[in-house]
């Protein structure tokens, strides 16, 4: 953003008026609506959209010409940056030379398959899919033909896109009760509840005492082994080295929802950074750099279930490993099995980290920062958080505030701290020092400042 320049967020708004009359709530996903700040006032939801021109490495520009450095990445996936030359020069290679959707297989289809298999610890065979919601669905029903049970448990805080069968308390009100499922859209039967149980997240005792009453209807525990969509929680030690035991113990999958932390926290995923291995695992968003693309990973004898004929899974889907977002994977995961890049997005995520708490304390503000390097989140708490309900004693306004300065100031953080803190390795030391010297001044103004803001109902949020 020039220097001195006014922000002003002007076009965005009357953007999003005319969205109003063309588009359901003037977006095509909820999670782009934004109510903090009120930085316009449109429609019944006092809510609105920023309009994006375009991106490129780690920048964008919305329509208002306001230029930010990106750590939203498109709620994560821009893992080497927007529009890497690498990726793009492949994927512009194949569109226009050799098509974009055959209906066949491909070469490009196994060579790709097999660098995530050897990417992925708990992978011997994988299947492409084209969102993350459709992989872990496909998980879910792979984890009930083996098990021959229904019941899937999962946790609160922990979004597994918004398929019927998962929609459920990923975001629920504070006040609501823990264990006691909170679905999250109309249209859902209210029968499909009954195949859902909610555990609070980092509690052993909890989880293992419905486990021992339950196993015989458990299919699987679906879990992201870090809180991407809770502001990075991460788990307590030994927690999903437990969770793998307790399935084993007891004829249940364990299945990681990676479709944040694959490729993001390391080229393993959370497998490899906590080494522990689940039955199954579910990939998006980072392995792709953003193109659409998904994967499910795991032990040959689950995942030979998917086929046809009696007792098998049906899987299909008429842009499932299509040549251009398999390009855009290959290329991605090519890059990132140099060591090199995640040593150096560890870096950068660490000295903004480690400068953020020292500002924090600095200042005397009760700081914490969750998550690890490259998937990380501020809060204003006194209190430790440790799972989702804990997530209520940290100050949401104080968020709000230093989210907006940052804006003012060239630096693009999500309007919600349920959402991460992400970087690329397209971040420059240019950008890692404007990013510092502007947490220094938004954490500073902060403090003691009101804003007219709106405040954040989390039970309507989601991710993509």
């Not at 920048?59 to 030359?85: A, M």
């Not at 491909?106 to 969102?131: N, Y």
């Not at 990013?435 to 220094?440: C, E, G, N």
Request: with cysteine.
């Amino acid at each position: 953003m020039a220097k001195n320049k006014v922000f002003k967020l002007t076009k965005s708004c009357e953007l999003y008026s005319k969205a109003l009359k063309y588009l359901p709530a003037g977006v095509d996903s909820n999670a782009r609506l934004w109510r903090n700040p009120r930085f316009c006032y449109v429609g019944p939801a006092a809510a609105a959209s920023i309009f994006i021109k375009r991106a490129y490495g780690s920048h964008i520009w919305d329509v208002d010409s306001n230029e930010y450095i990106d750590y939203r990445l498109g709620f994560g996936p821009v893992i080497l940056g927007h529009s890497y030359p690498q990726v793009e020069k492949a994927v512009i290679k194949q569109s226009k030379k050799n098509g974009v959707i055959y209906g066949f297989d491909t070469e490009l289809e196994l060579e790709t398959a097999e660098r995530l298999v050897k990417a992925v610890p708990c992978a011997d065979t994988v299947r492409f899919s084209s969102s993350g919601t459709e992989a872990t669905l496909h998980a879910i029903r792979l984890a009930r033909a083996y098990t021959k049970k229904n019941v899937i448990l999962k946790f609160e805080g922990h979004y597994h896109g918004w398929s019927d069968y998962l929609l459920y308390s990923a975001h629920p009100p504070y006040t609501w009760p823990s264990t006691k499922p909170f679905i999250h859209s109309a249209g859902v039967p209210k029968e499909i509840e009954k195949f859902i149980i909610v555990e609070p997240w980092n509690n052993f005792e909890a989880v293992e005492e419905t486990v021992k009453k339950r196993h015989n209807e458990i299919a699987a525990i679906i879990t992201e082994p870090i809180m991407g969509n809770s502001g990075g929680v991460t788990p307590r030690g030994g927690y999903l080295k437990f969770l793998r035991e307790l399935c084993d113990r007891y004829n249940i999958l364990l299945i990681f929802d990676e479709v944040k932390t694959g490729f993001r926290v390391a080229y393993g995923g959370a497998q490899e950074l906590y080494g522990v291995q689940p039955h199954i695992a579910t990939y998006a968003k980072s392995m792709s750099n953003g193109y659409p693309i998904s994967a499910v990973a795991g032990q040959r004898e689950i995942m030979d279930y998917f086929g046809i004929g009696p007792g098998k899974v049906t899987h299909s889907g008429t842009y499932n490993a299509n040549p251009v977002c398999l390009t855009a994977a290959n290329e991605t995961m090519k890059i990132l099995s140099d060591k090199n890049v995640y040593r150096n997005l560890k870096r950068y995520s660490l000295r903004l980290m480690t400068s953020i708490e020292k500002t924090a304390k600095d200042l005397e503000i009760p700081l914490q920062i969750l998550g690890v390097p490259g998937l990380f989140q501020i809060f204003y708490s006194k209190k430790l958080i440790y799972d989702y309900s804990s997530l209520r004693n940290s100050v949401s306004d104080f968020y709000v505030k230093v989210q907006y300065e940052l804006m003012k100031r060239g630096i693009l953080l999500d309007a919600d701290n349920q959402e991460c803190i992400y970087t690329s390795y397209s971040h420059s030391e240019k950008d890692l020092d404007k990013t510092i010297s502007a947490f220094k001044e938004a954490l500073k103004k902060a403090v003691g400042t009101t804003y007219d803001v709106v405040p954040y109902n989390s039970s309507e949020s989601g991710s993509e």
